[in-house]
């Protein structure tokens, strides 16, 4: 079963910065992206930065040039630094990870959530 555990998120003040960090755990046939998204109040959930097996990494264009997507060559651990942050930033945030579990199986994986409160 594929598990993601997150970490890192809490209260920051308006331009000062944040990281998060997603522990991807279980068994996959091959990872095809892992990123983060989010959800703010009253909104829908969006994508922050996601980066995909390879190496093409996107990113929000409310958060580029703030945030940079890392990760390290397994997939198994994906940080998000945020700088710069704005009260725009204040959501919860989600972990993501696609991958298929067989040859021709694809799913699609969600983090329980972490909440970033950014304050002005």
């Known amino acids: 079963q594929v598990q993601l555990a997150e970490s890192g998120g809490g209260l920051v003040q308006a331009g000062g910065s944040l990281s998060l960090s997603c522990v991807v755990s279980g068994n996959m046939f091959r990872i095809v992206s892992v990123g983060w998204y989010r959800r703010a109040p009253g909104k829908e959930r969006e994508l922050v930065a996601q980066t995909t097996a390879g190496h093409n990494t996107d990113y929000a264009d409310s958060v580029k040039g703030r945030c940079t997507l890392s990760r390290d060559n397994a997939f198994k651990t994906v940080h998000l630094q945020m700088n710069d942050m704005k009260a725009e930033d204040t959501a919860t945030y989600f972990c993501?990870?696609?991958?298929?579990?067989?040859?021709?199986?694809?799913?699609?994986?969600w983090g329980q959530g972490t909440q970033v409160t950014v304050s002005s």
């Open positions: 993501n990870v696609r991958a298929y579990l067989s040859p021709t199986n694809w799913d699609e994986f």
